[in-house]
């Protein structure tokens, strides 16, 4: 084949595990939700090692929601400092507000044990917050990746509607990851879900010229 293959394509589509009645499990209408990382910016984040055969979609392992707050095995959601949590909403929420707690800062935090899921190596998962914040909201995302490593924004500041990600690499199948995002600053938010899936599916090389 000729020329220049620098070029590759993201596909950041992504399906939905379903419940016992083959629903899709939990909210997951993140497209309702600005991202935070470009196609370009997934793609420069990638390394040989993330890349896989296999469907060409995003594969979501889980959804944690306000409706939704255990997974298999250990995975489990932890809210701290929430002013309310609404399940009969039509979108289920869980409300802060960082004016409301001084002494601690509101989080949101989701445990994950990759066996549970049919892991049996080291695998690279990538968390979703979909987030609502009206007006100015700070916040410092993290995570806990055992021997691997976490990938996340040392901190993030929006209005609006916005999907924060957090990556963690090369965690082992056995340990209790989790990923969290707390605010450091600002007024009230909102959280809707936190999406677990594999890292999306570079195709490449494609030629452009």
Known sequence: MRGNFSLCRVIL?????????GRPAGSD???EFESDLTAEEWLAKHRAGDL???????STLEVISPTRTVGRGRTNLTLIRPTILQTDATEPYAGFDRRESPSRNPAVSVHFRPAAYGATGVGTYVFTFA????ARAHF???GYAG????????SVRFTGRRAITVILRDVPPGLDASASIEQTDGE???WFSTRIALPPIVIGPISDG
């Open 13 to 21: 589509m992504f399906s939905a595990p379903d419940d016992a009645a």
């Open 29 to 31: 209408a993140f497209t």
């Open 52 to 58: 896989g055969r296999g469907p060409l979609f995003w």
């Open 131 to 134: 987030v609502d914040a009206p």
């Open 140 to 142: 410092r995302p993290g």
């Open 147 to 154: 021997s691997g490593t976490v990938d996340a924004a040392g």
């Open 188 to 190: 009230s938010w909102s």
